[in-house]
């Protein structure tokens, strides 16, 4: 997928998160992703669920939740990271109930609840799909410096996205923690979201 300029300047403001984490955290530090705890914001949001509900951030508190944006017509990276995460949940076994991926849009055009429901709900049951209002979907790529832009010059369905794909990881109680990318082993995956749900918002 060609990423556009506005989606590489992301990527650029993302590896700067992570050059930033490292040197600021102790190489004994117990996570294996990248720490930005202090980086980034707290998880906040208004927007509607695959099921039609309108829901907040503080629906998902009590939950170590996993912030991703894509969309349901996404050729490759979209389904490769939803599989890569499913994978996650099944080894995490009983623990994976402590945990949401919330898979936010960035095509509300064409991503409905119904929509985001039936693609959701074929990688994992622990997935749930948001959609918006485009300024609410907007402010939220901004917050956590994310970034996504339309094909360009294409008319009706036939478009494409270009999008970030940083995966964004908050503990129980909503604040920042941890950033992934669909690179990142489920090994790592599975060693930090198991100490994140076994200790809450600790370590």
Known sequence: MKLSRFARLACLLIAGIMLAA????????????????????????????????NVTAADYRGKVTLLYFGYTHCPDVCPLTLAHLHVVMQRLGKLADGARILFVSVDPARDTPEALHAYASAFDSHVVGLTGAPAD???????????????????????DVSHSSGIYIFDANGHARLLATPEDSQDKLIHDLHLLISTGSAP
Not at 36 to 41: D, E, K, L, Y
Not at 140 to 159: C, H, I, V
């Open 22 to 53: 490292c040197q600021r955290h102790d190489e004994a530090a117990p996570w294996q992703l990248t720490d930005i705890s202090g980086h980034m914001p707290d998880l906040s949001f208004r927007l509607i669920d695959d099921q039609g509900k």
């Open 137 to 159: 979907i907007e402010a939220l790529t901004k917050r956590y410096r994310a970034a996504f832009s339309r094909e360009p010059d294409k008319s009706g369905d036939s478009y």
